[in-house]
Nanobody
Framework: QVQLVESGGGLVQAGGSLNLSCIAS????????MGWYRQAPGNEREVVAD???????NYAEFAEGRFTISRDNAKNTVFLQMNRLRPEDTAVYYC?????????????WGQGTQVTVSS
């Protein structure tokens, strides 16, 4: 069983910053790609950024230049530093990890953390 627990969400004014964290725990051998996704009411879940174990990074266009993803492989943790937040960034942010439990990788999700940006 693999658990992903996010933290760091909250209410912030436009232009402010938040730093999300997600830690993976449980019985697994290895985590490859970790990522952050978000889902606003009425919208589909979308990728924000992801990072491979070797720290190759991809950002969604809206995240470029404002958000920074990082990870600590030793601690099975991924972070998302979000700066210059906008009201349209309001969403539930989910952590995702491709995790090897037996002999193949499977995708696991956290429960989500709410980010609300007021104008």
């Amino acid at each position: 069983q693999v658990q992903l627990v996010e933290s760091g969400g909250g209410l912030v004014q436009a232009g402010g910053s938040l730093n999300l964290s997600c830690i993976a725990s449980g019985n697994f051998f290895r985590i490859s790609t970790m990522g952050w996704y978000r889902q606003a009411p009425g919208n589909e879940r979308e990728v924000v950024a992801d990072i491979t174990r070797s720290k190759n990074i991809n950002y969604a266009e809206f995240a470029e230049g404002r958000f920074t993803i990082s990870r600590d492989n030793a601690k099975n943790t991924v972070f998302l530093q979000m700066n210059r937040l906008r009201p349209e960034d309001t969403a539930v942010y989910y952590c995702n990890a491709d995790t090897m439990v037996t002999s193949y990788y499977d995708s696991y999700w956290g429960q989500g953390t709410q980010v609300t940006v007021s104008s």
